[in-house]
T-cell receptor, first 112, second 113 residues
Framework: GNSVTQMEGPVTLSEEAFLTINCTYT??????LFWYVQYPGEGLQLLLK?????DKGSNKGFEATYRKETTSFHLEKGSVQVSDSAVYFC???????????FGKGTKLTVNP | DAGVIQSPRHEVTEMGQEVTLRCKPI?????LFWYRQTMMRGLELLIY????????DSGMPEDRFSAKMPNASFSTLKIQPSEPRDSAVYFC???????????FGEGSRLTVL
């Protein structure tokens, strides 16, 4: 079945540092890929998505590119802020079979 | 448009008591998910409904847990009897079939003493 392997946390960075959170997946065909963010005390909310190979999703300075050849969807941000401190989840969605799988989440702490 | 609405936001109860968590999905969404989140186990899928029918309940921990969806606008997750190890944040999420993106509620934080 489908699976998602997400970078283990926690990740601690200083403000303005570069961020990468790795996400790789196994799935048949062409799944859709998502990143969610969960701020303390809140539910998960969609951060960005990509629905086909080579698509780049972007939002709030975050980016991720759908790499079919490496089955990856790594999350990046060039300069993190304290307000980016949260838990980040990668999701793989297989339409048709309605299979939806989340990664285990990566906690990011950004220090001033 | 209103998002996914969960109640109660916080519940503190004693071991052995019945707990009922409620969820109102976004209007027009036909898939509903219940998740449990703890520090130790992360985000776990408990059950998934499509068009009010339970499709996958393999994540429901045991017979103490039950979930219903009597209509398209309401779902409940019941724990009877509750135990301290059930303490967690329970999330409800909804979506449309083939959409892939989930819309989460703010969660119900359950503490069982």
């Amino acid at each position: 079945g489908n699976s998602v392997t997400q970078m283990e946390g926690p990740v601690t960075l200083s403000e303005e540092a570069f961020l990468t959170i790795n996400c790789t997946y196994t799935a048949t065909g062409y799944p859709s890929l998502f990143w969610y963010v969960q701020y303390p005390g809140e539910g998960l909310q969609l951060l960005l998505k990509a629905t086909k190979a080579d698509d780049k999703g972007s939002n709030k300075g975050f980016e991720a590119t759908y790499r079919k050849e490496t089955t990856s969807f790594h999350l990046e941000k060039g300069s993190v802020q304290v307000s980016d401190s949260a838990v980040y989840f990668c999701e793989v969605y297989q339409g048709g079979s309605e299979k939806l799988v989340f990664g285990k989440g990566t906690k990011l702490t950004v220090n001033p | 448009d209103a998002g996914v609405i969960q109640s109660p936001r916080h519940e503190v109860t004693e071991m052995g008591q019945e707990v009922t968590l409620r969820c109102k999905p976004i209007s027009g969404h036909n898939s509903l998910f219940w998740y449990r989140q703890t520090m130790m186990r992360g985000l776990e899928l408990l059950i998934y409904f499509n068009n009010n029918v339970p499709i996958d309940d393999s994540g429901m921990p045991e017979d103490r847990f039950s979930a219903k969806m009597p209509n398209a606008s309401f779902s409940t997750l019941k724990i009877q009897p509750s135990e301290p190890r059930d303490s967690a944040v329970y999330f409800c999420a909804s979506t449309k079939t083939a959409m892939g993106e989930l819309f989460f509620g703010e969660g119900s934080r359950l503490t069982v003493l």
